[in-house]
């Protein structure tokens, strides 16, 4: 079955270390997408990407990076300098804008 | 920047009344796509019902319907027939090139 895959589901991290989240893609989307998500404000756009090798920053890009080396992945790092990194984070990929964007299941990340 | 609004944080209906949630939005843009989506327990994401700006024809997906009100930059969701199954955060989106969510509308179903 098509679809997007998050991992890992939960993930603890000590302050003052990077940590990365995998989203892979098996649906032949182009474009994908890193939003966060904390209580009361809905999802915030992070990173997006629409094609192989180039990226976009969101509206709240600060703290984390990107890579987009193969179309099917698009992994995110929270890094050290992000000041607030406990959060939900969801992936997201599209085929274009009129399609809607299919989600995956999330990632749960806890500074501790 | 396109905002999205969603002025109702929480809202509570009866099981198989209806209900309708509010959204508004802000773009400078004639030719885009809005959407609904359901968040339920589970986190995961689900798309409800999408609307094309330049189509005025409001959509329909079975118990669920919008009222696209393009001049006024309004897209209502209403749920017909309610069921507990429909609790659920709800969220508006915005699509030009990104898509851009509300803060959400937290639904109750009562028995």
């Known amino acids: 079955d098509g679809g997007i895959t998050q991992s890992p589901k939960y993930l603890f991290r000590k302050e003052g270390q990077n940590v990365t989240l995998s989203c892979e893609q098996n649906?032949?989307?182009?474009?994908m997408y890193w939003y966060r998500q904390d209580p009361g404000q809905g999802l915030r756009l992070i990173y997006y990407?629409?094609?192989?090798?180039?990226?976009q920053k969101g509206d709240i890009a600060e703290g984390y990076s990107v890579s987009r080396e193969k179309k099917e992945s698009f992994p995110l790092t929270v890094t050290s300098a992000q000041k607030n990194p406990t959060a939900f984070y969801l992936c997201?990929?599209?085929?274009?804008?009129?399609?809607?964007?299919?989600f995956g299941s999330g990632t749960r990340l806890t500074v501790v | 920047a396109q905002t999205v609004t969603q002025s109702q944080p929480e809202m509570s209906v009866q099981e198989a009344e209806t209900v309708t949630l509010s959204c508004t939005y802000d773009?400078?843009?004639?030719?885009?796509?809005l959407f609904w989506y359901k968040q339920p327990p589970s986190r995961q994401m689900i798309l409800v019902i999408r609307q094309e700006a330049y189509k005025q024809q409001n959509a329909t997906e079975n118990r669920f319907s919008v009222n696209f009100q393009k001049a006024a930059k309004s897209f209502s969701l209403k749920i017909s027939d309610s069921q507990l199954g429909d609790a659920a955060m709800y969220f508006c989106?915005?699509?030009?090139?990104?898509?851009?969510f509300g803060a959400g509308t937290r639904l109750t179903v009562k028995p």
């Open positions: 997201a990929s599209t085929y274009g804008r009129d399609y809607g964007y299919t």
């Open positions: 989106a915005h699509n030009n090139n990104d898509m851009r």
């Open positions: 990407s629409q094609i192989v090798n180039d990226f």
């Open positions: 773009t400078s843009e004639s030719d885009y796509y």
């Open positions: 649906l032949n989307h182009d474009a």
